[in-house]
């Protein structure tokens, strides 16, 4: 695993150009709006079609098979409920028809995570690390052979899936596992000694992605290195075991368990992408999935709200509906615009990883926290909503948000995933400028790209803005499109400053970073937001008003945010106060917690 300090050292061969992720570019201060204006639609009608005729039969199983309380207070799902889940097809969706799935492409798969998000997120969790995590790897690098083998079994006969990585040594940081795989003197497999932790689906698993560490030697010098190698290990292979379920705050129905190998036995066709690759496998699993999160908690949002609006219009309090209360309006109104936020980011994404894209990495990090963030503000304000009604186990939303809590924590924890889109967007930012300084040696041969550049900072600093999205929305949201392109030019001036500034010790200063995150993360959901709005308008939606008054509502609150947390990165007064942060927090930890003398201790 390279430490987060080889982030900007890690130079890709192809040119700043190449990369169509419009986050990307706007770390770099330009504009490239093909992945979000206009709003993606790439299903065929067909494929639409296909898409409606299995949200009826999913609706219908929560309704009429599925106990999602039941679940929880079992701590697992009933074997009679998994049973119609196969028979539905739910643990083979993006599994080819060839191999006994159902075929679905990432944006149809989002559509029934959505559902299966509003109804049991502890079912979801086996049915997502099944297929999101826990085979994903077969679907994207398995050979021809592999997946021949374990594609109709994970998809129709019954058999689950687990994605084994974290274990006790390591948690967001996935290369400082322990867990090691030697090669047999006859080349013929590899020998698996190790243990995994928190394995969703690790105790009713038969067939696992594992990392390990194992030894590889470098070809041209002879250097001998360790590094990860991925694994698609049986456990009928011997030697795999695993613990007791872990007792959880929430998904409590989804398997949870520790796995252990002891000299497990891997023949070297089981390699899953090259030796020596694990851990490039293991990043491309998860940014792969992360899209489905946001799907899934859209349709968790969807049903606290449904449940918190039925409330706040049938409740009456000192004479009068709750509903008619300023500040319940606030909330719901800031509830559905999160929620449409989540929602537009996630079919954003999918619809382009759908067209081949494979420049989604920054957006995909950046819907993982907003809608896993987003999810909880709104469960926990639909329980305040519903008031100590909320608060009982029969409303179903305590249930909810203790099931929500893990996913700012799992599939990357958002603290290190503001890291990632902060550090991932100045690589891609700071190899631009080595692109400029390179062109400065020989200005004659590169005029126009020195001209270019030169004239779009020109029009910015002059104030003359060198960013404009009016051409990509409806009229009505020109004035919003204005603020939002402000934020881009602020955003990608601020970058070269921290650049300039810090250089490579940019990596060292995680809460500049964090800020710099936070800014991305609205800039890009009032792009989404702005570019749904602006189709709904033009497809006349019977929902379009709503759709843009939501938007522009979320827009003034984003740009707000977005230049307050671009002005603390380079603002003294916030600079010093970040110092006062770390002394206050290396006393606290010197003292192992609290230090203070208490109120009636004075003498």
């Given at each position: 695993h390279r430490p987060l300090s080889n982030v900007l050292n890690n130079r890709k061969k192809h040119t700043a150009t190449e990369n169509t992720s419009f986050m990307a570019n706007v770390f770099r201060g330009s504009l490239r709006t093909s992945q979000v204006f206009p709003y993606p639609d790439v299903l065929s009608l067909a494929q639409k079609e296909l898409t409606q005729s299995l949200t009826g039969p999913f609706e219908r199983f929560f309704l009429e098979i599925n106990d999602a309380a039941r679940n929880d207070a079992n701590a697992k799902i009933d074997d009679a409920v998994?049973?119609?889940?196969?028979?539905?097809?739910?643990?083979?969706?993006?599994?080819?028809?060839?191999?006994?799935?159902?075929?679905?492409?990432?944006?149809?798969?989002?559509?029934?995570?959505?559902?299966?998000?509003?109804n049991d997120l502890g079912l979801g969790i086996t049915i997502g690390a099944h297929q999101s995590i826990g085979f994903k790897g077969i679907l994207l690098y398995g050979t021809p052979e592999q997946k021949e083998k374990?594609?109709?079994?994970?998809?129709?006969?019954?058999?689950?899936?687990?994605?084994?990585?974290?274990?006790?040594?390591?948690?967001?940081?996935?290369?400082?596992?322990?867990?090691?795989?030697?090669?047999?003197?006859?080349?013929?497999?590899?020998?698996?000694?190790?243990?995994?932790i928190w394995i969703s689906n690790g105790g009713i698993a038969e067939i696992m992605t594992v990392f390990a560490k194992t030894e590889q030697i470098d070809l041209k010098t002879g250097i001998k290195n360790d590094k990860v190698t991925a694994f698609i290990v049986e456990r009928s292979f011997g030697g795999v075991t695993s613990g007791p379920p872990e007792k959880k705050m929430g998904i409590k129905a989804s398997n949870t368990a520790e796995v252990y190998f002891e000299n497990v036995k891997i023949p070297i066709k089981n390699i899953l992408g090259?030796?020596?690759?694990?851990?490039?496998?293991?990043?491309n699993i998860l940014n792969n999935g992360r899209f489905g999160m946001g799907a899934t908690l859209s349709g968790t949002m969807k049903k606290c709200i449904e449940i918190a609006s039925s409330h706040a219009n049938s409740r009456v309090q000192f004479g009068q509906s709750l509903k008619k209360y300023g500040s319940i309006q606030e909330k719901i109104a800031k509830m559905n615009i999160l929620q449409y936020a989540t929602e537009s980011m996630a079919f954003t994404i999918s619809q382009n990883m759908d067209t081949g894209s494979q420049d989604y990495h920054l957006e995909a990090a950046i819907s993982k926290i907003y809608a896993s963030?987003?999810?909880?503000?709104?469960?926990?304000?639909?329980?305040?909503?519903?008031?100590?009604?909320?608060?009982?186990?029969?409303?179903?939303?305590?249930?909810?948000?203790?099931?929500?809590?893990?996913?700012?924590?799992?599939?990357?924890?958002?603290?290190?995933?503001?890291?990632?889109?902060?550090?991932?967007g100045i690589q891609y930012a700071g190899s631009h400028l080595k692109e400029l300084q390179q062109a400065f040696k020989n200005p004659s041969a590169n005029l126009g790209l020195i001209f270019k550049e030169?004239?779009?900072?020109?029009?910015?600093?002059?104030?003359?803005?060198?960013?404009?999205?009016?051409?990509?929305?409806?009229?009505?949201?020109?004035?919003?499109?204005?603020?939002?392109?402000?934020?881009?030019?602020?955003?990608?001036?601020?970058?070269?400053?921290?650049?300039?500034?810090?250089?490579?010790?940019?990596?060292?200063?995680?809460?500049?970073?964090?800020?710099?995150?936070?800014?991305?993360?609205?800039?890009?959901?009032?792009?989404?937001?702005?570019?749904?709005?602006?189709?709904?308008?033009?497809?006349?939606?019977?929902?379009a008003q709503h759709e843009l008054n939501m938007t522009k509502a979320l827009t003034i609150q984003a740009s707000e945010r977005v230049i307050k947390n671009l002005k603390a990165i380079t603002s003294r007064r916030q600079l010093a106060l970040n110092e006062k942060m770390s002394i206050i927090?290396?006393?606290?930890?010197?003292n192992d917690g609290v230090y203070t003398t208490g109120v009636i201790d004075q003498q």
């Amino acid at each position: 695993h390279r430490p987060l300090s080889n982030v900007l050292n890690n130079r890709k061969k192809h040119t700043a150009t190449e990369n169509t992720s419009f986050m990307a570019n706007v770390f770099r201060g330009s504009l490239r709006t093909s992945q979000v204006f206009p709003y993606p639609d790439v299903l065929s009608l067909a494929q639409k079609e296909l898409t409606q005729s299995l949200t009826g039969p999913f609706e219908r199983f929560f309704l009429e098979i599925n106990d999602a309380a039941r679940n929880d207070a079992n701590a697992k799902i009933d074997d009679a409920v998994l049973t119609s889940l196969w028979e539905l097809g739910a643990f083979g969706l993006q599994v080819p028809t060839s191999f006994g799935g159902l075929g679905l492409n990432n944006t149809q798969y989002g559509r029934l995570c959505a559902i299966v998000g509003a109804n049991d997120l502890g079912l979801g969790i086996t049915i997502g690390a099944h297929q999101s995590i826990g085979f994903k790897g077969i679907l994207l690098y398995g050979t021809p052979e592999q997946k021949e083998k374990y594609l109709p079994k994970l998809a129709s006969e019954n058999v689950y899936a687990a994605f084994a990585l974290t274990e006790p040594s390591s948690g967001s940081d996935a290369g400082s596992i322990r867990s090691r795989a030697i090669k047999s003197d006859d080349n013929k497999y590899y020998v698996l000694n190790g243990s995994k932790i928190w394995i969703s689906n690790g105790g009713i698993a038969e067939i696992m992605t594992v990392f390990a560490k194992t030894e590889q030697i470098d070809l041209k010098t002879g250097i001998k290195n360790d590094k990860v190698t991925a694994f698609i290990v049986e456990r009928s292979f011997g030697g795999v075991t695993s613990g007791p379920p872990e007792k959880k705050m929430g998904i409590k129905a989804s398997n949870t368990a520790e796995v252990y190998f002891e000299n497990v036995k891997i023949p070297i066709k089981n390699i899953l992408g090259k030796e020596g690759d694990g851990f490039k496998v293991a990043m491309n699993i998860l940014n792969n999935g992360r899209f489905g999160m946001g799907a899934t908690l859209s349709g968790t949002m969807k049903k606290c709200i449904e449940i918190a609006s039925s409330h706040a219009n049938s409740r009456v309090q000192f004479g009068q509906s709750l509903k008619k209360y300023g500040s319940i309006q606030e909330k719901i109104a800031k509830m559905n615009i999160l929620q449409y936020a989540t929602e537009s980011m996630a079919f954003t994404i999918s619809q382009n990883m759908d067209t081949g894209s494979q420049d989604y990495h920054l957006e995909a990090a950046i819907s993982k926290i907003y809608a896993s963030e987003s999810a909880w503000y709104v469960c926990d304000e639909a329980i305040q909503i519903l008031g100590g009604m909320g608060y009982m186990v029969d409303a179903g939303l305590e249930r909810i948000l203790r099931d929500l809590r893990i996913f700012r924590i799992f599939e990357g924890t958002n603290d290190i995933l503001r890291l990632f889109i902060a550090l991932t967007g100045i690589q891609y930012a700071g190899s631009h400028l080595k692109e400029l300084q390179q062109a400065f040696k020989n200005p004659s041969a590169n005029l126009g790209l020195i001209f270019k550049e030169a004239s779009k900072r020109a029009a910015t600093t002059v104030g003359l803005g060198g960013t404009d999205l009016s051409f990509c929305v409806v009229e009505e949201l020109h004035p919003y499109a204005k603020k939002t392109a402000h934020c881009i030019d602020l955003f990608g001036q601020s970058v070269e400053e921290l650049l300039l500034r810090y250089n490579k010790n940019i990596v060292t200063e995680q809460v500049l970073l964090t800020r710099l995150a936070n800014a991305a993360i609205d800039i890009y959901s009032m792009v989404v937001t702005q570019s749904r709005s602006s189709r709904a308008l033009q497809l006349n939606f019977p929902t379009a008003q709503h759709e843009l008054n939501m938007t522009k509502a979320l827009t003034i609150q984003a740009s707000e945010r977005v230049i307050k947390n671009l002005k603390a990165i380079t603002s003294r007064r916030q600079l010093a106060l970040n110092e006062k942060m770390s002394i206050i927090a290396d006393t606290v930890f010197e003292n192992d917690g609290v230090y203070t003398t208490g109120v009636i201790d004075q003498q």
